[in-house]
Structures are given as C-alpha cells and as structure tokens.
T-cell receptor, first 115, second 112 residues
C-alpha cells in the first residue's frame, strides 16, 4: 500500500489570489493525477502530472489556471490561480504505485474555500 | 468528463439490510472500480473488476459487470452503520490509460 499526503488540508482564500497544493507519495510511483471535487459532486480529472514535463490537461482545464509541477517521481504540486468562488472544491491527488496493480491511491484532499 | 451515471443518488437503509448501487458507463472500458468516500475525505479503493470478468467478491462486497449493458452493480451485504459513505464507480479506458473517470456517486446512509 501507499500513503499520500497533501498540504494544506484546507484553506480559505480571497478572490484573485493563488494557492499551491502539495502532494507527496511515500512509495515508488508511476503515474500521478489531480482531481477536483466540487461541492456535492463527483470527482473530475484535472490533469495527469508528468515527471519533468508539462502536465496533460483534460478538456475544460488549462495550464494558466491550474499549473502543475512534478519535479520528481513522488512529489507534485497543483496551483489554483487567480481564484474565484467557483474554484471552491476539494482537490485530490492520486498515484499509481509500483507493484500495486490496478489500484490507484488517493490523498486525503485539500478543501479550498474562496471568498 | 463524467463517464457514468449511478443510481440511486441516495439510499437509506437499516443495519443488517443489503445495499445495492448501480453504475452505468458510456464507452468501452479496461476495468471498473468502486471507491468509498467518507464525509468528503479521501477515497478508499474497494474492489476492481476487469472487463472480461462478470462477478467478483470481497468480504461483504459483491460486484457484477455487464459489458453488453455497460453497467455494474455493487452489493453490500449485512450493512453496518460504518458503511455510511458515498460510493463511486470509476472506469479506466484504453484511451485514458490509468486515469479514472468517475460516476456521479451514491450516498448511502445506514441507520442503527
């Protein structure tokens, strides 16, 4: 199994500011992903975080709004830029772990509220 | 984008009863997984069923998959108050690799 930690666990931010969320995995990782869960909704894939190269974004998500870094295999960051109240969501990172076939592990999520 | 629909959206039962949740999806899949989420926290992987499998069991969980109908069901037997959570199905496809496409989820409430 793997443990994924996220920081911060929650934050309240002002409109127009940016927040960077960190995700750390304690095991060897192949793939890392970022998801958004809007209030009362399911999870939507934002992007695949690629190590050492630009992330691969899903339709409706762009790099200028959600820049992602993955400087090494086990660490990634997601920045929510120029925030508006519509960005209030839970942001979750996940990872495929070497040796754990077909099981994707999730972090505890970062609960973001934008005022 | 959302792959599937789940029904019911909400389900309330008594402890000891069985809970059945259904999931439908739109495109061909590699596998289908079920996750549990407690109170907006992180997700816990419950069970995976591959596209060439029809039924799978794990403890009190039973999952079925009907690829001809593009649907799956999750049965929780002898439910407990601790099973109260939101349950999501998620699929992987050839195109998306291991990225998960989630259904809308079922909120299960088990009262004692």
């Amino acid at each position: 199994s793997a443990v994924i930690s996220q920081k911060p666990s929650r934050d309240i931010c002002q409109r127009g500011t940016s927040l960077t969320i960190q995700c750390q995995v304690d095991s060897q990782v192949t793939m890392m992903f970022w998801y958004r869960q809007q209030p009362g909704q399911s999870l939507t894939l934002i992007a695949t975080a690629n190590q050492g190269s630009e992330a691969t974004y899903e339709s409706g998500f762009v790099i200028d709004k959600f820049p992602i870094s993955r400087p090494n295999l086990t660490f990634s960051t997601l920045t929510v830029s120029n925030m508006s109240p519509e960005d209030s969501s839970i942001y979750l990172c996940s990872a495929d772990v070497k040796g754990a076939v077909d099981t994707q592990y999730f972090g505890p999520g970062t609960r973001l509220t934008v005022l | 984008s959302q792959q599937g629909e789940e029904d019911p959206q909400a389900l309330s039962i008594q402890e000891g009863e069985n809970a059945t949740m259904n999931c439908s999806y739109k495109t061909s899949i590699n596998n289908l997984q079920w996750y549990r989420q407690n109170s907006g926290r992180g997700l816990v992987h419950l069970i995976l069923i591959r596209s060439n499998e029809r039924e799978k069991h794990s403890g009190r969980l039973r999952v079925t998959l009907d690829t001809s109908k593009k649907s799956s069901s999750l049965l929780i037997t002898a439910s407990r108050a601790a099973d109260t959570a939101s349950y999501f199905c998620a699929t992987t496809t050839h195109q998306a690799g291991t990225a998960l496409i989630f259904g809308k989820g079922t909120t299960l409430s088990v009262s004692s």
